[in-house]
């Protein structure tokens, strides 16, 4: 995964624009709230009423 490579060391390779850096902080935290909502919807599903 990209973000591994850039996560990793002392920050060399990460993106140099802000658009890219603002851009993997909105993809990050879009894939993270729709973690939340799955993982929301199936304990939903499980635990009964």
Do not use: C, Y
Request: hydrophobic content about 55%; charged content about 10%.
């Amino acid at each position: 995964m990209a973000i591994i490579e850039i996560v990793q060391g002392n920050g060399d390779n990460a993106p140099r624009r802000l658009s890219q850096r603002i851009g993997w902080f909105i993809g990050i935290w879009a894939l993270s709230t729709v973690a939340l909502f799955v993982s929301a919807s199936l304990v939903h599903l499980i635990v009964p009423k």
